[in-house]
């Protein structure tokens, strides 16, 4: 397990930019490909921050930095748009397999 927490100020930072996905959770799912490891029931999916379950639709790929770590790298994570939208930075534990480095701007 990782501790991480929301990564301040990434709002302008759009997936396009960076990659040719229209969006991070895009980019999560089609690079990542570890939409199984999270927990789910049938049509709902466990925020790994909340906890709290949502259709997939309500998730974004939130932007994260790892806590303790001298790793300085933002990583895309899927969260429900309530905890990434918000403005709460309190540190959670991750499956660090669940994490996929956000790439070098094009």
């Known amino acids: 397990m990782t501790k991480v927490k ?4 990434t709002g302008d930072l759009k997936a396009p930019d960076y990659t040719e996905y229209s969006s991070w959770i895009e980019y999560w799912e089609t690079e990542n490909s570890r939409l199984l490891l999270l927990d789910w029931n049938k049509w709902l999916y466990k925020c790994p921050k909340c906890g709290g ?5 309500k998730f974004d790929g939130a932007h994260v930095i790892k ?15 309530g905890c990434n939208r918000g403005k709460d930075e309190t540190p959670f534990d991750i499956d ?3 994490l996929l480095p956000m790439p070098n701007k094009k």
Do not use: G, M, T
């Open 96 to 98: 660090n397999n669940l």
């Open 67 to 81: 806590v303790y770590s001298i790793d300085s790298k933002k990583y895309i994570l899927p969260l429900c748009q």
């Open 6 to 9: 929301n990564a301040p100020n």
């Open 53 to 57: 379950l949502f259709a997939w639709s």
